[in-house]
């Protein structure tokens, strides 16, 4: 079992930034993709960004330019860090890593933007 914990949410103008980040504990696998997902109210989830352990990353082409995911494997976090947001980009935040076939998720954590 693997259990996440979100952090770094909160309310902030539009063109400010926030950085997000998750500690992953329990039983991680030395390969595996941690990923940023959100979903916004009456949205389906959707992908954001990833980071593998192998350090490739991807981005969805909304945020693509403006965040940044980063990792600390010897520490089991992955950071998200979000410039120049936008009202669009409010939403809940949830962490997710994908080992051995299998996803896990955080509590998730609620960023606004306002404008």
């Known amino acids: 079992q693997v259990q996440l914990v979100e952090s770094g949410g909160g309310l902030v103008q539009a063109g400010g930034s926030l950085r997000l980040s998750c500690t992953a504990s329990?039983?991680?696998?030395?390969?595996?993709?941690m990923c940023w997902y959100r979903q916004a109210p009456g949205k389906q989830r959707e992908f954001v960004a990833s980071?593998?352990?192998?350090?490739?990353?991807n981005y969805a082409d909304s945020v693509k330019g403006r965040f940044t995911v980063s990792r600390d494997n010897a520490e089991n976090t992955v950071n998200l860090q979000m410039n120049d947001l936008k009202p669009e980009d409010t939403a809940v935040y949830f962490c997710?890593?994908?080992?051995?076939?299998?996803?896990?998720w955080g509590q998730g954590t609620q960023v606004t933007v306002a404008s």
């Open positions: 329990g039983t991680i696998s030395r390969i595996n993709t």
């Open positions: 980071r593998s352990s192998s350090s490739t990353t």
């Open positions: 997710n890593v994908r080992q051995n076939w299998q996803h896990y």
